[in-house]
């Protein structure tokens, strides 16, 4: 189980790494998901097993740093994302979520 938190933390840190970086490069704070899954399928030589499996990935980003990236309905999924937020505290929130996830439940 913390292995698997271990590497979801990793997915995700990476995940927001390149759509930062890539959004950085486009000097934009926005994009469509279809554009920013065939972006990210492209870099990765299809490590993401689909489009949707991609695309699913996001949006739980989305929800773990919900400060730093919003996806709206207009004309398709937009991300975007507040670039007065640091990669570094963006990195942090999310090792912040795993770690409250790892942490020994009460019974």
Do not use: C
Not at 20 to 36: D, G
Not at 72 to 100: P, R
């Amino acid at each position: 189980m913390l292995e698997d938190n271990s590497k979801k933390q990793q997915q995700m840190s990476k995940l927001a790494e390149q759509i930062r970086l890539h959004l950085s490069f486009k000097n934009s704070n926005a994009i469509y998901m279809n554009e920013m899954t065939k972006v990210l399928n492209d870099s990765q030589r299809g490590a993401f097993i689909s489009q949707d499996e991609l695309q699913n990935l996001i949006e739980e980003l989305a929800r773990l740093v919900p400060r730093w990236m919003t996806i709206k309905e207009i004309k398709g999924k937009l991300i975007k994302t507040d670039k007065s937020i640091s990669g570094q505290q963006v990195q942090q929130w999310i090792q912040n979520h795993f770690k409250g996830e790892q942490q020994p439940r009460n019974q």
